[in-house]
Each structure stands twice: as C-alpha cells, then as structure tokens.
C-alpha cells in the first residue's frame, strides 16, 4: 500500500522547510510528497532546495499555478491527478507531523473510511517567528509537552500529546465526529476520485467538510483519530478569509447534505479524469 501526502502551501516557505523535515524524520517514510501551491511563490522553491541539500530521499513532485483569488481546491485537485499513492494524506504548509504520523494513517485505515486527525495543536505565531523550529523537529522535543508547556500561550490538554498507542485509540474512541480536516485526513485515491475531487468554485471555510460529506453519500464513513494522528500547526493569521463566503459555504455544504449530492460544482478531476459514478 503506498501513500502520498499532498500538502498545500502557498507562500510560507520557513514554516514548509519545518514541515518537509517532519516527513523526513518519519518511522515509515510516504511514498511520495506533492507540494500543492496556490501561486508562485520563490520562498516556497528556496525550502525545497534547502530540504534537498540535507539529503532529502523521499520522491518530491512540485506544483504551482496562477493564483487567482482562493485556488487551494483547484491545486489539490491537480494533485490528486499527479499522485501515485493508493492513500492519499492531506495536509498544510504549516503543520508539522510527529515522527509516528504517516505510520499511524497507514495502520488504521481500510476500506469504506476515511480518517480524520480533527483541530491541531497550535504553536503560537509569536513563538514561531522568533525561534528556528529546526532542530525540535528533528529530535523530536517539539512534541514534548515539557516544552510546548514553556511557550507563552500555549494551553492544550498533555493528553493530545501521548505516545501510547491504546491510551490514544480509547481517547479517540470517546471523541469521534465524522468530518473530513484538509489539513489533517487521510482517504482511498479511487474514493476521491469517484466523488470527483474536491470542489473547486469554494471559498476558505467549510470546503472540507464538503469533500467529506460527498465522501458519506457513497458510503465511506469519517473516523477521527485525533489523539494518534498528531501534528503541530504553526499558528498565523487569516487575511483571506471572509465572512461573507464562508456563509454562503455553510448554506451551500447545507443543500449537499440535505440532497445527498455526491458531485462537486466545479472540479479540474471531472474534466480531466475518467470518472466513472459508483453503484
């Protein structure tokens, strides 16, 4: 079984160096890593080439494209058409992945699901911008509530944190919500593809839960795994979003629950894919 992790970045290139070296430091490597970016950004290009010097192994394929406005799902989409992967893990710029991360995903899923590691734990943007995170990743310290604990602003619970493996299974059994997180889920690539990817005409907020509900309509079912499936997000701010949009999301993520639509509106994957409907 091969996994690929796509991750969306746009012009964060500091927070994907952290990133791209969580991948690196995996106990079971992905198969492949796609790096998503909505624009044309070189910050994002020096962190590839600075991950490449220190030895980087792990095939890295790397898209970019015009932006125009909020092009996230249509950068994913492309993704998803580039993978090889038979599981496809979805992930951001700005999340840092424990060193058990991938091999968590690859363990819990099987068919006719998709996992979901839910909200992250966040690291403030005061303390990121002010400390090289380089070395915490590669030894693993970032993930040690000790030190989380010391950062100014930092308050969530040690239990999001554990290690051991049944400990966090009967934690995520006591927190489920069937919900698809853009950056922090797992899915079967046929699955996405048979729904048609994601749906490109959406704004920030609620295009994920999108993707998973059309993901229930033909019969995969979400499980949230949060306190196995643990990644660090380096908390910034949100100039793009908008009230307005993330309304008309709601009510538009409303009409797709209520009719059972299984389609997106706009999508790259059923332009350019064979697409072929489930029974």
Not at 88 to 100: A, K, N, Q, S, Y
Not at 194 to 206: C, K, N, P, Q, S
């Amino acid at each position: 079984m091969k996994i690929t992790v796509i991750i969306s970045a746009h012009c964060k290139g500091r927070e994907l160096e952290c990133v791209l070296t969580g991948y690196a430091m995996q106990s079971r490597r992905p198969d492949q890593v796609i790096i998503a970016q909505d624009g044309r950004d070189p910050a994002i290009g020096a962190a590839l080439e600075a991950v490449r010097r220190r030895g980087w192994t792990i095939p890295l394929l790397y898209q970019n494209q015009e932006q125009r406005g909020f092009g996230k799902y249509r950068a994913l989409n492309r993704a998803v058409l580039a993978a090889s992967g038979d599981l496809l893990l979805f992930t951001d710029g700005d999340c840092i992945p424990r060193d058990d991360y991938v091999a968590n995903f690859v363990r819990l899923m099987r068919r006719g699901i998709f996992l979901s590691g839910g909200s992250h734990v966040s690291i403030p943007e005061a303390h990121h911008l002010r400390h090289d995170l380089l070395e915490a990743v590669r030894d693993q310290s970032l993930f040690d509530v000790r030190y989380l604990r010391a950062i100014p602003g930092f308050c969530k619970s040690a239990n999001r944190l554990i290690r051991n493996r049944w400990l966090a299974r009967a934690l995520d059994l006591l927190t489920q919500r069937n919900a698809f997180s853009g950056s922090n889920s797992c899915a079967w690539r046929d699955d996405v593809l048979a729904v048609g990817g994601f749906d490109e005409r959406m704004a920030y907020g609620g295009g994920d839960l999108n993707m998973g509900l059309r993901l229930n309509h033909i019969g995969v079912r979400g499980v949230r795994a949060r306190h196995t499936l643990v990644s660090l997000h380096l908390d910034h701010g949100r100039s793009y979003y908008c009230a307005d949009l993330e309304r008309a999301n709601h009510d538009w993520n409303r009409q797709v629950r209520q009719s059972r639509l299984v389609l997106p509106r706009e999508s790259r994957i059923c332009d350019e894919s064979l697409f072929n409907l489930p029974a």
